[in-house]
């Protein structure tokens, strides 16, 4: 067996947790006086990916609480900007991050000319308004 193969064996084996999807990113939604916060923990990669479900006329502002992300990865990237473009214009999309892992990759890219990013809940919260 490969180390690739060995690798994968490994990753369809691990137990994956409650709200977790089967290759390590876990996604939580819900909405709070027309805000949804979807907070991600794991790895933004490749191999993983956001499941938005659709932002009704009842949502304001979106949140994506990204504190619990180890790592962000150019695919990553390219799923946020996904989401930014699924989020209709009306509401605005602010990122949560609090650590290199997330805001260097953000700042690299030029996402977050895009996609604001501020260190915590209660910053993303006045942001939205």
């Known amino acids: 067996m490969s180390r690739a193969e060995s690798k994968g064996r490994a990753l369809a084996e691990r137990d994956p947790g409650p709200m ?3 290759v390590g990113a876990v996604v939580a939604e819900h909405t709070e006086q027309g805000l949804r916060i979807v907070t991600v923990r794991g790895t933004l990669d490749l191999s993983s990916s956001i499941h938005l479900t659709p932002v009704d006329a009842s949502v304001r502002a979106v949140l994506l609480d990204l504190r619990g992300v180890d790592f962000l ?4 990237i ?14 605005p999309l602010v990122a949560v991050a609090d650590h290199q892992e997330v805001v260097r ?11 604001p990013v501020v260190p915590d809940l ?3 919260r006045r942001r939205v308004g």
Do not use: Y
């Not at 990865?73 to 990553?76: D, E, H, N, V």
């Not at 390219?78 to 509401?91: H, K, M, W």
């Not at 990759?105 to 996609?115: H, Q, T, Y």
């Open 20 to 22: 977790s999807s089967p």
């Open 73 to 76: 990865s150019s695919a990553g």
């Open 78 to 91: 390219a799923t946020l900007l996904r989401v930014r473009n699924d989020v209709p214009s009306r509401a």
């Open 105 to 115: 990759p953000f700042e690299l890219s030029g996402l977050d000319r895009l996609i």
């Open 122 to 124: 209660e910053a993303g």
